[in-house]
């Protein structure tokens, strides 16, 4: 059964300064890795997703298939990023879905 | 466009009562899935739909939990009887298509349960 891993329930940093959101994840296919946030009050929604490459809100995820992790990045953290991440898997046939249990961001002023 | 729609947003009930979640998925989306989240952790999957087909509900207890989607639209879940431990939130979310891959989900408010 596949499995997705956030090491830090908590994060914190000061603005400006580099931010990287751990995810690993065991699953013996190739599946697709997605990252959604969560703004207070506000539901989940999708930030990135591993096959677009691009990069939103200055996020940017690699997939890293030898060490299987899917780390989230942005170089320079503002305030409003503050919310919960979470990492989640899709397995590509069977399309079953797998969440982490999310890191909680905070960046302070 | 409402986004996903799910109702009621809170629900209080006493163990061993019945209760419903409703989920009104976005127009066009043929995949619904509904998880539960229990405080402090991520969500959880119990079934996914694809139209009215349950497609994967291996995680859903199926002793006290149910769920329908009748004519591919609308779904309800339905726990009976209810016990403490399923307080949680309630989660809806449609995806656009599965057809060999994944895509983005598209997630509802959620229902609060809270079982006294």
């Known amino acids: 059964a596949q499995r997705v891993t956030q090491p830090e329930k908590l994060l914190s940093v000061f603005k400006g300064a580099p931010v990287e959101l751990k995810c690993n994840y065991s699953y013996s296919g190739s599946p697709e890795l997605f990252w959604y946030v969560q703004y207070s009050r506000q539901r989940l929604q999708l930030l990135l997703r591993h096959i677009s490459r691009e990069s939103i809100k200055g996020f940017t995820a690699d997939l890293n298939k030898g060490e299987t992790s899917f780390h989230l990045k942005k170089p320079f953290a503002q305030e409003e990023d503050s919310a919960m991440y979470y990492c989640?898997?899709?397995?590509?046939?069977?399309?079953?879905?797998?969440f982490g249990d999310g890191t909680k961001l905070t960046v302070k002023p | 466009e409402a986004g996903v729609v799910q109702s009621p947003r809170y629900k209080i009930i006493e163990k061993k009562q019945p209760v419903a979640f409703w989920c009104n998925p976005i127009?066009?989306?043929?995949?619904l899935y509904w998880y539960r989240q229990n405080l402090g952790q991520g969500p959880e999957l119990l079934i996914r739909?694809?139209?009215?087909?349950?497609?994967?509900d291996s995680q859903l207890p199926k002793d006290r939990f149910s769920a329908e989607r009748l004519k591919g639209v609308d779904s309800t879940l339905k726990i009976q009887p209810a016990e403490l431990g399923d307080s949680a939130v309630y989660l809806c979310?449609?995806?656009?298509?599965?057809?060999?891959?994944?895509?983005?989900?598209?997630f509802g408010p959620g229902t609060r349960l809270t079982v006294l």
């Open positions: 979310a449609s995806s656009p298509f599965f057809e060999g891959g994944g895509d983005e989900q598209f």
């Open positions: 127009s066009g989306h043929n995949t």
């Open positions: 739909y694809e139209n009215e087909e349950a497609v994967d």
């Open positions: 989640a898997l899709l397995t590509p046939f069977g399309g079953k879905s797998t």
